[in-house]
């Protein structure tokens, strides 16, 4: 026999061969938690479902359907709905309001990751279309820091040019971003106007590149970061690392951009062709 702690009472468990106890659950109580576990689940992915039909603009308007229609459409329980509107509405995507009913708060801004990466002409409804202006926090000839010179290829300590700003869209915050670049590409953005997007500067400071890359995370905001965009500590952002190289590859440009992910969603698409895997 075996003596193990439950709740800070001390109960006596049987031992198995091996050395391994017995689970003091009955099937019935092992039954009721795996249920448990799969309505968790069922709130999870009508969660899913609703918050990719409201980021899509599947609803007219921002209007949600109904609990009644939403429980007809999923096949889903009042309380399975009730709860996944909660989360929703926690998240800040959609409110409740009594006598109107759900709807959207707001719809990102969904980019194509080949317009981020500025190597194509932005359609007409891209934020990066010039449908942005910055809001200015740093524009100053600093020292390199260590990362960034092993980012960029160059010696620590090297001159560069620091670039931060906010983006704004019809006067809020987007996208805080803090850019390091080497001269003499540094010396034409200094110099030139900074009035809508990044890729504008460069276009308009006649700053050409042949190669961006992105690395993409996530995080919680921290107090600073949520400060400078509006947001809550704890929302969610998008944390892009972006290096920007000339037509030779040499890189001169490094950015870190923490992006509301409330606000812009990326969009890429890769086309498989048969035999040209390899």
């Known amino acids: 026999m075996g003596v193990r702690a439950i709740g800070g009472n001390t109960a006596v468990m049987p031992w198995r061969p091996g050395g391994k106890a017995r689970s003091l659950a009955s ?3 092992r039954t009721q938690h795996r ?3 799969g ?3 069922d709130v999870r992915r009508l969660r899913d479902m609703i918050r990719a039909a409201v980021q899509g603009g599947s609803y007219p ?3 949600l359907p109904t609990e009644a229609e939403l429980m007809a459409a999923h096949g889903a329980s009042r309380a399975t709905v009730r709860e996944a509107l909660s989360l929703l509405r926690a998240e800040g995507l959609i409110e409740r309001t009594q006598g109107i009913g759900t709807h959207a708060v707001v719809r990102p801004a969904d980019e194509k990751l080949v317009e981020a990466h500025g190597v ?3 359609d007409q409804h891209s934020l990066l279309n010039r449908r942005t202006r910055p809001r200015l926090l740093d524009r100053s000839e600093i020292a390199a820091p260590a990362l960034v010179a092993d980012r960029l290829g160059v010696p620590a ?3 560069c040019l620091r670039l931060e700003y906010v983006a704004l869209h019809q006067e809020e915050p987007i996208w805080l971003a803090t850019n390091y670049a080497l001269f003499p590409e540094a010396a034409r953005l200094r110099d030139s106007p900074f009035v809508t997007d990044w890729y504008a500067l460069m276009a308009e400071a006649g700053v050409e590149f042949g190669q961006s890359e992105f690395i ?3 995080e919680p905001a921290d107090p600073l970061v949520a400060a400078v965009l509006g947001i809550a500590p704890g929302a969610p952002v998008l944390v892009t690392e972006q290096t920007i190289a000339d037509a030779a590859g040499r890189p001169f440009d490094l950015a870190f951009v923490h992006i ?3 606000r812009f969603r990326f969009v890429s698409r890769g086309t498989r062709f048969p035999g040209r895997e390899a």
Do not use: C, L, S, V
Request: aromatic share 0%; net charge positive; glycine share 24%.
């Open 27 to 29: 099937p019935g109580m």
């Open 120 to 122: 194509i002409r932005p």
């Open 260 to 262: 509301r992910a409330d």
């Open 216 to 218: 993409i995370g996530a």
């Open 39 to 41: 309505r968790a689940h």
């Open 157 to 159: 300590g090297t001159p």
């Open 61 to 63: 308007g921002g209007q």
């Open 35 to 37: 249920r448990g576990e």
